[in-house]
């Protein structure tokens, strides 16, 4: 009921009031806690059922169900995904299905126990305008896709990665989280960039061939809050991505599309501009649209059988889960930067501290533009290593070396 599955109440409120859905039951373990909200949407008025515990609510409710949104933590995302298709139940989970790889692919064998596919959460894909762009990238209208680049900074302070036990973990008793900028805050966007590289359908996604990355902190977190990635498609396109949480003032996001006749700039909620190399600039406003309630409606059509295929499957986000677990394997360590690179800014209207990396723009600028890593210019570390799908494995033995190296977590 907390966090964002508060979010899934009142869309799925919202929908209830369209006659498009009906709430059956819920839970939280700490429901009481949540009397409140449970009374805003009015939980007993519409008869919904409310228990402590996921399985007891599966025992006693699913013959009732067609749909369980699992908006949980990371972690308990492939047992719950588990128990539901273990009815023949189909699951809306929301992103990241897990960042463990191996899990992944028993959570995909685990979906073929429902008659219909499981949709993962990823808020963007089912943007009009977005898959608009895409068919003309396909249809070759902007000449071939060369490259694709996301950067993305979302300012946390440092309360973010102190409300709740998995926050900023790379390990939750010795299970993968890996939670972070990346992985999960603007996971949204990484995933948007694999969309754009994807070929030949609409529903494809850049496939991974070899990563490179460097990993940095300046909150004393166990993993990362700033990433610098680049990555090669199979199909040859270079994509890079910087984002961080390390940073102060508005929250900024760019997706960029280099093609040979033209680049695209998507920013969500903003402006769309394509701009030709001959000169021409088209400019688009952001169609807005609320989000979670369409997506919510797009996989209903789909349970429906009135369209093909859920926006995002779990098939769909190997690119992704890959990715995330080779920037780390590639990485190798995760770089504390010191006082003399980390600003803390006081927002004295927000009651909040910030710590900023100093430089953090001019690095990002340097990498999207140039692909200069950090390294080249100072940053203490070392490069990172060109690692391939086939260094998969040493995911576990990665991520157990960077947190045994951890800083004292608070
Ligand atoms: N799509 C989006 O835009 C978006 C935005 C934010 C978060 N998310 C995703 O939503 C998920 C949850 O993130 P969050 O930050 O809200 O997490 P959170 O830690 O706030 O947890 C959400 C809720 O899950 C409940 N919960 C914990 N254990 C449970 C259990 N055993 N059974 C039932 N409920 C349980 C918690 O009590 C809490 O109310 C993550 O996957 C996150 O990435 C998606």
Redesign the pocket.
């Known amino acids: 009921?907390?966090?964002?599955?508060?979010?899934h109440h009142n869309a799925v409120a919202r929908l209830e009031e369209q006659g498009e859905a009906r709430l059956i039951c819920t839970?939280?373990?700490?429901a009481a806690a949540?009397a409140a909200q449970q009374q805003s949407w009015h939980l007993a008025q519409r008869g919904v059922r409310v228990f402590e515990?996921?399985r007891a609510m599966l025992e006693a409710c699913h013959r009732e169900l067609d749909l369980v949104v699992v908006?949980?933590?990371?972690q308990?995302?492939s047992e719950?995904h588990a128990a539901v298709t273990a009815l023949g139940i189909p699951v809306y989970l929301?992103?990241?299905p897990t960042l463990d790889y191996a899990e992944l692919e028993q959570m995909i064998t685990n979906d073929r126990r429902s008659p219909k596919a499981s949709l993962v959460?990823?808020?963007f894909i089912i943007e009009p305008q977005r898959r608009a762009l895409k068919q003309r990238l396909l249809a070759g209208e902007f000449g071939a896709l060369r490259a694709a680049t996301l950067s993305a900074f979302w300012p946390r302070p440092a309360e973010y990665f102190q409300?709740?036990n998995?926050?900023g973990r790379l390990l939750l008793n010795d299970r993968v989280v890996l939670d972070s900028c990346f992985g999960?805050?603007l996971?949204?966007f990484v995933h948007n960039i694999l969309f754009w590289t994807g070929a030949p359908d609409l529903a494809s996604w850049g496939q991974i061939a070899a990563v490179r990355a460097e990993l940095y902190r300046a909150h004393a977190i166990e993993g990362a809050d700033t990433f610098f990635t680049e990555a090669d498609t199979t199909s040859g396109v270079t994509m890079r991505f910087a984002l961080s949480h390390a940073c102060s003032g508005a929250s900024t996001h760019v997706e960029t599309v280099l093609c040979d006749n033209a680049t695209i700039r998507y920013v969500v909620g903003g402006t769309i501009e394509i701009r030709w190399n001959d000169g021409r600039v088209d400019t688009m406003p952001f169609e807005n649209f609320d989000?979670?309630v369409e997506n919510h409606r797009d996989y209903y059509r789909y349970l429906r059988g009135e369209s093909p295929r859920p926006a995002t499957t779990l098939v769909d986000c190997r690119p992704f889960v890959t990715l995330n677990d080779l920037a780390h394997i590639s990485a190798g360590q995760i770089t504390m930067l010191g006082a003399d690179r980390v600003t803390a800014i006081r927002d004295e209207k927000e009651q909040k501290e910030y710590l900023a990396i100093a430089g953090l723009s001019s690095a990002v600028e340097r990498f999207i533009a140039r692909g200069e890593w950090p390294s080249a210019s100072g940053w203490p570390r070392p490069p990172g290593d060109v690692v391939t799908p086939a260094d998969l494995p040493r995911l576990y033995e990665t991520v157990r070396a960077m947190a045994a190296a951890r800083p004292q977590v608070p």
Not at 27 to 30: F, K, L, R, V
Not at 71 to 74: D, E, L, R
């Open positions: 009921m907390g966090g964002f599955a508060g979010w839970c939280d373990p700490q949540f515990d996921y908006p949980t933590p990371i308990l995302h719950m929301e992103k990241p959460g990823f808020n409300r709740n998995w926050a999960n805050a996971a949204h989000g979670l």
